[in-house]
């Protein structure tokens, strides 16, 4: 990857020579803004079924990595068992899914970027710690599993974010290098682990601010949305 510079007052860097050979996405957050609607769902779960008695501040900490570990943050190992642990994992994501189905739609101006880097013929990947049954969810719902080579989800690695093995995995199965790989994230656990994976990552300020993650010259940039103008640098 080349050096960056930010382009004066913008705050956005970007690319000066090389474009990435593929690109890596995140979810949720990431393509689709429903972080929102997972802390509700896990609000939920955690508060009204499991009695942890926690904020909402203290949920959206814990909100990352599979569902499993999280349950283990809050409430320590071994307090379910596995079928517990799927239980109360599906039934958060139906309480998520319930909730979000009226609004699920793409971030504004993905469509229109999945569409022409797959006309570029640029490789895409997932790299997420949902679980299938809400990949489908979006990906059917909205009509875009055309675009993805490779779908590495939660059941998929050993080790969730922020371990870097979700994206290696990702890179791996397009049969691309991970230093040619570009990176969609929301959250700084997931941009922690596609820095510690060796690849350049784009943030997009959904639910974390700039702020919150930590400086590296691996973080091309910080989007609201897809229609940035600096994306159009980037494939």
């Known amino acids: 990857m080349p050096l960056l510079r930010t382009p004066s007052g913008s705050g956005i860097a970007f690319i000066d020579r090389m474009k990435p050979e593929a690109l890596i996405f995140d979810l949720n957050g990431?393509?689709?803004?429903?972080?929102?609607?997972?802390?509700?769902?896990?609000?939920?779960?955690?508060?009204?079924?499991?009695?942890?008695?926690l904020s909402r501040e203290e949920v959206k900490r814990q909100m990352y990595g599979k569902n499993e570990d999280l349950l283990n943050r809050v409430f320590g190992e071994g307090k379910f068992s596995p079928e517990e642990m799927d239980h109360w994992s599906v039934e958060k994501e139906k309480i998520y899914q319930r909730?979000?189905?009226?609004?699920?739609?793409?971030?504004?101006?993905?469509?229109?970027?999945?569409?022409?880097?797959?006309?570029?013929?640029?490789?895409m990947a997932i790299g997420t710690a949902a679980i299938p049954f809400n990949i489908d969810f979006v990906l059917d719902q909205l009509g875009i599993r055309k675009y993805f080579s490779s779908i590495v989800h939660a059941g998929s690695v050993v080790r969730s974010k922020p371990d870097p093995e979700t994206f290696l995995m990702a890179a791996g199965e397009i049969k691309k290098d991970p230093a040619a790989c570009v990176v969609f994230e929301d959250a700084p656990k997931g941009v922690e682990a596609a820095l510690r994976a060796g690849m350049h990552c784009v943030v997009i300020t959904t639910?974390?601010?700039?702020?919150?993650?930590?400086?590296?010259?691996?973080?091309?940039?910080?989007?609201?949305?897809?229609?940035?103008p600096f994306l159009s640098s980037l494939i």
């Open 30 to 53: 990431t393509m689709v803004d429903d972080m929102g609607f997972h802390l509700k769902a896990w609000y939920e779960i955690l508060n009204d079924h499991l009695k942890a008695g």
């Open 99 to 123: 909730i979000y189905r009226p609004e699920l739609r793409l971030i504004p101006g993905l469509g229109a970027f999945l569409q022409k880097a797959f006309e570029k013929k640029i490789p």
């Open 207 to 228: 639910m974390h601010e700039p702020a919150e993650f930590t400086p590296s010259p691996q973080i091309l940039g910080f989007i609201k949305d897809y229609t940035d």
